[in-house]
């Protein structure tokens, strides 16, 4: 049950029991984040960019944004000044973000497989990247060019031939997105640039416009983050581009017991809450004692942080609780059941405990991995799935922007061996023309044979 008592996060207690996957479904705190309600109000808006292409960008972007961009594609020459004019600091955090998501994400590139099925029959599995992608940079309560950096990386290194980023237009920047993205997109050679946001981005990435003579072409693919609009239209638009992932309200949860420190897991919720009022921050404990200290140490960092009133909606919303356990193994079963975007591991023999976990966008090991690590340079990817979907589907990778395409060769010998198989199969499936395809070919075989 909950507890109703005036602490910063609430309380669930599971002692005494060891619910099921369905139970605990039901019972883990999750945010709200209807995107079929969106659908209704981001429809007119995908419609009128298939329709009218940039006319309808540009008046979106002043009903939704409040500005018009000076064009839609970023000039060069404003990509280069964002980045010359980038903070010393800021420059070499992004640049180090960068070295490392490349090597993390050059390892992940696959190598064509070639099977040899029969002597003159092989099947080859060739990975392909896609040929251009759409990569989302949101703008709102936050700057984000960490999220240019995550989506970009395993876009290049996959080997995507073409990529344009799309981030919103903002009025205190002249029409322009935030220097600081435009900047991280001037360091990683990014030369295609848009000024669009919101649901109208991801039509344009889907239907590609026209500007000033010159066609701006459609994405294959389009991922990235952001708000429950560009999920919508994601979800709308799905099957005329591909997509990563529909995006949710961020989430961590912490899987903890007595040796784990107060002060780095109240830390750590407070961390992710300042993202957004609807951010999910959740603990799992069997120790009642850490359960008390982390609430004191949130009342101290919550009235401390910069963002509190964000920070305090989040904690004290139905999506964030501290969830009370009788041992780490019913803990392991509640974390596995909520398949958290961010899951950390502050328990004794924390290895040993994250290498039983099945679901999660990121696992992090140990006190010293915090959240925010992976959000900047631990090398890993920080566009992970939400909303419990990370016990399907994974976080952007290299293997998200391939293909992979089934290269078939066989030669006559090896038809012949095998046509009787398929033409019996063909006519068991009541499909006769093709086992007649193999027949036409090798017209001796027999069905069966």
């Given at each position: 049950m909950t507890d109703?008592?005036?602490?910063?996060?609430?309380?669930?207690?599971?002692?005494?029991?060891?619910?099921?996957?369905?139970?605990l479904r039901a019972a883990v705190p999750r945010a709200e984040f209807d995107v079929e309600a969106a659908l209704g109000a981001v429809r007119p808006v995908v419609e009128d960019v298939r329709d009218r292409g940039a006319a309808a960008l540009l008046e979106a972007s002043e009903r939704f944004d409040g500005v018009a961009p000076p064009s839609l594609r970023v000039p060069a020459d404003v990509v280069a000044a964002a980045a010359d004019s980038l903070d010393p600091a800021v420059r070499a955090a992004l640049e180090e973000s960068i070295r490392r998501a490349r090597v993390v994400h050059r390892d992940q590139r696959r190598t064509d497989t070639s099977t040899r099925v029969v002597d003159g029959g092989t099947v080859t599995e060739r990975w392909v990247p896609v040929d251009r992608v759409g990569l989302y940079v949101p703008g709102g309560r936050a700057v984000y060019p960490s999220s240019v950096v995550m989506n970009v990386v395993p876009a290049q290194e996959a080997g995507v031939p073409s990529l344009v980023v799309a981030s919103p237009p903002q009025r205190d920047n002249g029409g322009w997105p935030h220097p600081t993205i435009l900047a991280a997109c001037a360091l990683l050679g990014v030369d295609e640039v848009w000024a669009v946001g919101g649901a109208q981005a991801v039509a344009a990435f889907a239907y590609g416009f026209e500007e000033d003579g010159v066609v701006r072409e459609p994405a294959?693919?389009?991922?990235?983050?952001?708000?429950?609009?560009?999920?919508?239209?994601?979800?709308?638009?799905?099957?005329?581009?591909?997509?990563?992932?529909e995006a949710g309200p961020t989430e961590i949860a912490v899987l903890a017991d007595d040796t784990a420190d107060a002060e780095h897991v109240a830390s750590d919720l407070v961390s992710q809450a300042e993202h957004d009022p609807l951010a999910a921050a959740v603990l799992v404990t069997d120790s009642p004692a850490l359960a008390d200290?982390?609430?004191?140490?949130?009342?101290?960092?919550?009235?401390?942080?910069?963002?509190?009133?964000?920070?305090?909606?989040?904690?004290?919303?139905?999506?964030?609780?501290?969830?009370?356990?009788?041992?780490?193994?019913v803990g392991l079963d509640v974390v596995n059941a909520y398949a958290a975007e961010h899951l950390e591991i502050q328990t004794a023999d924390a290895a040993a405990v994250a290498a039983r976990v099945r679901n999660a966008g990121a696992v992090f090991v140990g006190p010293f991995a915090p959240v925010s690590l992976g959000d900047y340079c631990a090398g890993s990817n920080h566009v992970l799935p939400t909303g419990g979907c990370a016990?399907?589907?994974?976080?952007?990778?290299?293997?998200?922007?391939?293909?992979?395409?089934?290269?078939?060769e066989y030669d006559e010998a090896a038809l012949r061996d095998v046509g009787g198989h398929v033409v019996t199969l063909a006519r068991a499936e009541d499909l006769p023309a093709h086992g007649e395809a193999v027949l036409a070919r090798v017209p001796d075989v027999e069905p069966g044979a």
């Open positions: 109703s008592t005036s602490r910063v996060i609430a309380r669930l207690d599971l002692r005494g029991s060891r619910p099921g996957l369905r139970e294959s693919l389009v991922t990235g983050p952001g708000n429950v609009y560009v999920t919508a239209a994601k979800r709308m638009l799905m099957g005329v581009i591909g997509i990563d992932s200290a982390v609430d004191e140490a949130l009342a101290r960092r919550v009235a401390a942080t910069k963002h509190t009133e964000r920070v305090a909606e989040a904690l004290s919303g139905r999506q964030s609780a501290i969830v009370l356990v009788d041992d780490v193994e016990c399907h589907s994974s976080g952007l990778s290299v293997q998200s922007f391939l293909r992979g395409i089934h290269v078939v």
